[in-house]
């Protein structure tokens, strides 16, 4: 009875090491060549680590190999059965320490995630969840209420549009104050969040630095020049029908298409008049989702 | 459902994130298991208590672990016959005194004093992690883990034979620490899908409120030591201390370093080890706020930043 148990803890270990060396790198090949529109299946990870999902997985295929034979010789580790000589055997016998019906256990454990991604659908965040997270907004510094920024004369002149990725770097400090009046041409998901008057929306992205748990949403206010409505495919999503609401949380809405907003940097009152930096009188066009929706600053050939 | 969607993804990514780094510190334990003979470990350790103890919190800069793959390392250690507070210093404090995270750190908040900050993550990384091996060796006593010492081995094995043996200590390591890594994780990341960030912000203005939140962001957030300095950068509402001590307590202590450490240790040296890093990570940050009062204000800016956003008279705001 305690060989078999031993023999089947031996094979269940094997098969876990394995099964995560192919889990891995099926990680590693779907960040590499992300679907259209989706991270990839199980690309919740910045790119820049699948080399670790790759080596984990060579070196775990030659764990696996390791394990193997400690099981095929699972016979000589039965206690009492005269086979442990001195000190050499010496690891053998946390192997049969460790090889107990509790490990059974813990190979289930492990094996859980495996069984749990093959359920999981979808990529990214949900729009319940990025509204939970709340969007990190670009201000302009200096920015108050009743105010508004100078367009300064430098952006009188043709200036290429700042993109998400520029406005990303100003995150923490502020968009300088120079840049009112600037071009923008940004492409995000379509978001309506409680303080969004009427035709306005923000501009969002999901900007990843390791992993997804550390996903932060990024957003720039826009006020088209045309009222913009989502495609019907992404109207129920869409809090148009809840703009006029009273309640906050009926105006925090899941996340729309994707959309292509060109506009100018100004300053702008939002739903309780507050100031805050908008992309103004913007023309809005629904986009094909980007290869890989999600963005990573570390990455330097990151598709902004 | 679609927070389950998320939580799973969530879960997923966390995972991915961790476990190359867990199978990292699995080869290095197996190898150590195999090929590092106790007496090696005995005659390099110096025999002066303090300095022991400081030599294991250091060795995170040749042996560069995060805080996942340190604890089958750590484990290694003290099964090899490594004292505890030596093991533990190690097992603090690598995951912040270590090149990576010093680099990750600087580059994070180049834009806010990135010398003071990483300065500063070092030292109170280096204090605590010092101060809480000693309060939990001589709290916890001899009983502290559950870890069996091995015997000396007179043999030692033929380098093919050994590689083997070392790479099976590893899968054996690997199943069980990730066993525990997947309970840690799924706690984390149903905190981290249902903890609410709005909420979260409201306590940024009050310095000792900020600091709970922060300490409390580090234990639900489970981000790894080498991307954290990231993401407490983009608190930008909270102030430098609080930010400090979300990024000493996270390499520490969070949610899935919880449920690897009863792997390892007994319930008693967890809370005694939970206890004391919380109460002195606090008590550090909030010592540092009142005697550097910039640390308490939100993001302190470097001079080219602080440069950048004076603006001249052109780009001045009109009423």
Known sequence: ?304 | MELFGDFSRVLLSILFEALPFVLLGSLVSGIMEVFLPSEVLARILPKNRFLATLSGAMAGLALPMCECGVIPVMRRLIRKGTPLNVALAYMLAAPVVNPIVILSTMVAFRSMRPLTVTGLRIGLGLVIAMITSAVVTVFAGKDAHTIELKAPTAARPSWRKGSREALGHAGRDFIEIGAFLVIGAAISAALNVLVERKIVVQFAGQNVMATVTMMGMALVLNLCSEADAFVAWSFRDFSISSRLAFLVLGPILDMKLIAMYTRVFRRRTILILCACSVVLVFTATMLLSNLWPELSRPSPLTDAARQAQQQPSAQELRP
């Not at chain 1, 984990?56 to 394990?67: E, F, Q, R």
């Not at chain 1, 010789?73 to 090889?99: M, Y």
């Not at chain 1, 506009?263 to 290869?291: H, M, Q, Y």
Request: glycine share 10%; proline share 8%; aromatic share 8%.
């Open chain 1, 1 to 304: 009875m305690n060989h078999t148990i031993h023999r089947v803890v031996g094979v269940g270990r094997v098969a876990l090491i394995l099964s995560w060396a192919a889990f891995l790198a099926f990680a590693w090949y779907t960040t590499k060549y992300p679907q259209a529109g989706k991270p990839g299946r199980l690309g919740i990870i910045n790119p820049s680590y699948r080399w670790l999902s790759l080596a984990s997985a060579a070196t775990l295929i030659l764990v696996g190999g390791a394990l193997l034979p400690a099981h095929r010789d699972g016979r000589t580790h039965r206690p009492g059965d005269g086979s442990e000589r001195g000190g050499e055997h010496n690891h053998d016998h946390e192997d049969q320490e460790a090889a107990s019906p509790g490990e059974l256990a813990f190979q289930a454990l492990f094996l859980a995630p495996i069984v749990l991604s093959l359920c999981t659908t979808g990529s990214g965040l949900s729009g319940t969840s990025l509204a939970r997270r709340g969007v990190h907004e670009i201000r302009l510094p200096g920015q108050t209420e009743g105010r508004s920024p100078t367009p300064s004369a430098e952006a009188e002149g043709v200036q290429p549009p700042l993109s998400m990725a520029v406005l990303y770097e100003y995150l923490l400090t502020g968009a300088p104050a120079q840049w009112a009046g600037r071009p923008v041409d940004v492409i995000g998901q379509y978001f309506v969040d409680e303080r969004c008057g009427e035709n306005q929306f923000v501009v969002t992205r999901i900007v990843v630095t390791c992993c997804l748990a550390d996903a932060e949403v990024i957003g720039v206010r826009a006020q088209p020049s045309k009222p913009f409505k989502p495609a019907a495919g992404a109207a129920a999503n869409s809090a148009q029908g809840s703009q006029r609401s009273d309640e906050p949380a009926a105006r925090v809405i899941k996340l729309a298409p994707w959309i292509e907003v060109r506009g100018k940097l100004e300053a702008l009152n939002d739903r309780f008049g507050n100031r805050a930096l908008f992309i103004g009188g913007a023309t809005v066009s629904e986009v094909p989702a980007p290869d890989d929706i999600l963005l990573y600053p570390r990455r330097r050939r990151a598709p902004w």
